[in-house]
């Protein structure tokens, strides 16, 4: 078996984040009781009500922002837009409900189509569009900007087909991040297993619609995460009036444009390898101990990529040349690069890869044969632990502090 020697410390990383400055509007519970109350007349009885003080629930008015306009896209029968009108009204919010179905069409397919858009439409700064599609943003309302473009529960109306799906939402983020205003926000309600928040392993995370991956190259950052309660009448089940499951813990994701530090918990990373050669000569040996050790490849690297991308060195490890038949001993070392403020896209993070060998190699020789390697395709960070331990048996150990 291989003799591995875990040669220096560094453990996965937790950098802060620094939330941008509040704006006060109205308190927490004075938020919550609005909510609820404009709610109550579509709360399901099996629904529980949003506790107060509670961060993890979502509320489609956030305490710290002041947004002007609110656009909805794929709305069902309407029943959404119609159940947030009067406190959206109150927060001089205007809103654009919007459905994928024309008038008649729509008229005919759900029941509570007309009464549902006339809630909406009495209010002077609202109003209900049919035939608009969500991938096609910029088509129809060119020029204009929203605050807010929220899609909840997107799904292609044939039978569940991922490939279709991230393809929805895929062209669906696509066109939002060209809509949205500066500080603007896209909400996108997901099923339980579509977002991969909750995935344990890379072969579970795969299997969901991977929504950081497509946002990511649009430019977008997972600013935040939510349980989201769906208090009003779900309908639309592949083009019919019909509700659908959306599991025990259906979450709300808000994507952001780029700029702003995220939490390390929703950042996308890739990965790759940096392989090191240990000439065996002991004197060389100990002065190459010295970028070996501690955070020196960090620093190195850190240094030659783009600010608003973290570097990691989550797991390291020596392999003797008597174990691998190489010709002098190696260091390798797996490199992580984590979307912070800037989105991480593959393409992006081969450059960022390529840096980082022509600088890491002005100190120390690499491996000929493994450089230039194609980073992974990107994964969230919290399945940093996972993807070491799943590289642990290709020589690669958890860096230990
Ligand atoms: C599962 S239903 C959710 C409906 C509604 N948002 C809700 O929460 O009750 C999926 C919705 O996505 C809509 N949809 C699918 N493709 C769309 C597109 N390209 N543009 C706009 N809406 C679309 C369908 O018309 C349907 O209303």
Request: hydrophobic content about 35%; overall charge negative; glycine content about 6%.
């Amino acid at each position: 078996m291989m003799r591995l020697f875990v040669i220096a410390t560094l453990a996965i990383g937790a950098l802060s984040f620094t939330p941008s400055c509040p704006i006060e509007r109205f308190s927490r519970s004075t938020a919550t009781t609005i909510i609820s109350s404009s709610l109550s007349s579509t709360i399901p009885s099996s629904s529980v009500p949003a506790k107060e003080n509670d961060d993890s629930i979502w509320k489609f008015v956030d305490l710290n922002e002041k947004i002007k306009n609110m656009l909805v896209c794929g709305d069902g029968d309407l029943s959404f837009s119609a159940s947030i009108a009067q406190t959206v009204h109150n927060e001089d919010i205007c809103l654009t409900a919007t459905v994928l179905e024309d008038q008649e069409a729509h008229g005919k397919i759900y029941q509570r189509s007309i009464s549902n858009a006339e809630q909406i439409s009495n209010f002077e700064n609202h109003k209900v569009e049919f035939s608009i599609d969500a991938t096609k943003l910029e088509e129809t309302f060119p020029g204009q900007t929203f605050d807010r473009i929220q899609f909840n529960f997107p799904h292609w109306k044939g039978k569940a087909n991922h490939r279709y799906n991230r393809q929805l939402i895929d062209a669906f983020l696509k066109s939002a991040s060209k809509m949205i205003s500066d500080d603007g926000e896209i909400h996108m309600a997901l099923v339980q297993g579509q977002g991969g928040y909750n995935a344990k392993t890379l072969t579970e995370y795969r299997d969901t619609w991977t929504p950081l991956a497509y946002a990511a190259d649009h430019g977008l950052l997972l600013a935040n995460v939510k349980q989201f309660d769906a208090m009003y009448n779900l309908s639309s089940h592949r083009g019919v009036d019909r509700g659908f499951k959306i599991g025990q813990e259906p979450k709300m994701f808000i994507f952001r444009k780029e700029g702003k530090a995220i939490p390390t918990r929703n950042q996308l990373c890739c990965r790759h390898e940096l392989h090191i050669l240990l000439p065996d000569n002991e004197e060389s040996l100990n002065s190459q101990m010295d970028i070996m050790e501690g955070d020196k490849i960090q620093e190195i690297i850190q240094e030659v990529v783009p600010r608003g991308i973290r570097v990691e060195v989550p797991a390291r490890s020596i392999l003797l040349k008597e174990d691998t038949g190489y010709e002098t001993n190696m260091a390798i070392f797996m490199i992580v690069y984590c979307g912070e403020s800037l989105s991480m896209k593959r393409d992006e993070a081969d450059k960022y890869r390529h840096l980082a060998e022509v600088a890491v190699e002005e100190h120390v020789p690499l491996r000929e044969n493994r450089k230039g390697r194609l980073v992974s395709k990107p994964f969230p960070s919290h399945l940093l632990e996972s993807v070491v331990a799943e590289n642990g048996s290709y020589g690669l150990m958890k860096s230990e502090k």
